[in-house]
């Protein structure tokens, strides 16, 4: 099962919106939902610039990990001819 971290506040009414989740419209999901502690992250490390950032890019953070970054480069080059 993949997971996805989102933040989400709740509302005056009780009720929570999620935005910018990578799920297609009409996917069924399963959702839990924790309290957040009170420095962010719940882990004891909170990251100011992490924190800003859209649910979308904080996932996409480290992925390239481990790639060289000139076969990127030539990959790059490749595909946007």
């Known amino acids: 099962m993949d997971t996805y971290k989102v933040a989400a506040r709740v509302d005056e009414r009780g009720g929570i919106h999620l935005s ?29 610039f992490l924190d800003q950032l859209p649910p979308v890019t904080r996932r996409l953070l480290g992925i390239a990990r481990g790639v060289n970054e000139e076969d990127y480069k030539r990959y790059l080059e490749e595909k946007y001819r």
Do not use: M
């Open 20 to 48: 910018e989740v990578p799920f297609q419209a009409g996917e069924e999901v399963e959702v839990i939902v924790l309290r957040r502690e009170p420095n962010g992250s719940g882990d004891g490390q909170s990251d100011p």
